[in-house]
T-cell receptor, first 114, second 116 residues
Framework: QKEVEQNSGPLSVPEGAIASLNCTYS??????FFWYRQYSGKSPELIMFIYSNGDKEDGRFTAQLNKASQYVSLLIRDSQPSDSATYLCAVIPAGGTSYGKLTFGQGTILTVHP | EAGVAQSPRYKIIEKRQSVAFWCNPI?????LYWYQQILGQGPKLLIQFQNNGVVDDSQLPKDRFSAERLKGVDSTLKIQPAKLEDSAVYLC??????????????FGEGSRLTVL
């Protein structure tokens, strides 16, 4: 079982719709969860992080965390063509030696069509 | 503020040859990471430095990969000899804190390696 799993997609949504991206993780003790966005040919950039169960909103983005189900998701409201990218879920595993050691999923390709 | 600088951006070599990548992190960032990203996959951590000391190199193939961070600033990642499966983008990232639990890593543009 992979440590962090995502549906690789591609996920295609029309402009203005809600895009829902999902991620599961295997280490039940993980404490910190992140969503990175990566445009084609570019490097990843952090969109959001979440530590506590529930929802966290930032503009059009909402991260949702359910530690009991070991599940984290990212919702993008009012999707725009400029949101078309690969979205990487990342987790910092449990344990004192993790020191910011991000473990990434394989990424979900999102395409927003006009 | 200048970002993470990497060079070269692109490199094509034949298998069994050697290659070196250079990284200059954001000024003041004590933690430096090298990630390998194979096409269609997420980045995989190869090595993590805190200043000039290694924090984690558990996923670095030490028979062919080596990395150093002299003086706690610039870093070099070397592959010798290269294999076909080393074809990937090598991403350097830096962060402010050793306990980078904010997860805010700043990535460079990457060095794309093609091994023929």
């Amino acid at each position: 079982q992979k440590e962090v799993e995502q549906n690789s997609g591609p996920l295609s949504v029309p402009e203005g719709a809600i895009a829902s991206l999902n991620c599961t993780y295997s280490d039940r003790g993980s404490q910190s969860f992140f969503w990175y966005r990566q445009y084609s040919g570019k490097s990843p950039e952090l969109i959001m992080f979440i530590y506590s169960n529930g929802d966290k909103e930032d503009g059009r983005f909402t991260a949702q965390l359910n530690k009991a189900s070991q599940y984290v998701s990212l919702l993008i409201r009012d999707s725009q063509p400029s949101d078309s990218a690969t979205y990487l879920c990342a987790v910092i595993p449990a344990g004192g030696t993790s020191y910011g050691k991000l473990t990434f999923g394989q990424g979900t390709i999102l395409t927003v069509h006009p | 503020e200048a970002g993470v600088a990497q060079s070269p951006r692109y490199k094509i070599i034949e298998k069994r040859q050697s290659v070196a990548f250079w990284c200059n992190p954001i000024s003041g960032h004590a933690t430096l990471y090298w990630y390998q990203q194979i096409l269609g996959q997420g980045p995989k951590l190869l090595i993590q430095f805190q200043n000039n000391g290694v924090v984690d190199d558990s996923q670095l193939p030490k028979d062919r990969f080596s990395a150093e961070r002299l003086k706690g600033v610039d870093s070099t990642l070397k592959i010798q000899p290269a294999k076909l499966e080393d074809s990937a983008v090598y991403l350097c990232a830096s962060s402010l804190s050793k306990f980078a639990n904010t997860g805010e890593l700043f990535f460079g543009e990457g060095s794309r390696l093609t091994v023929l």
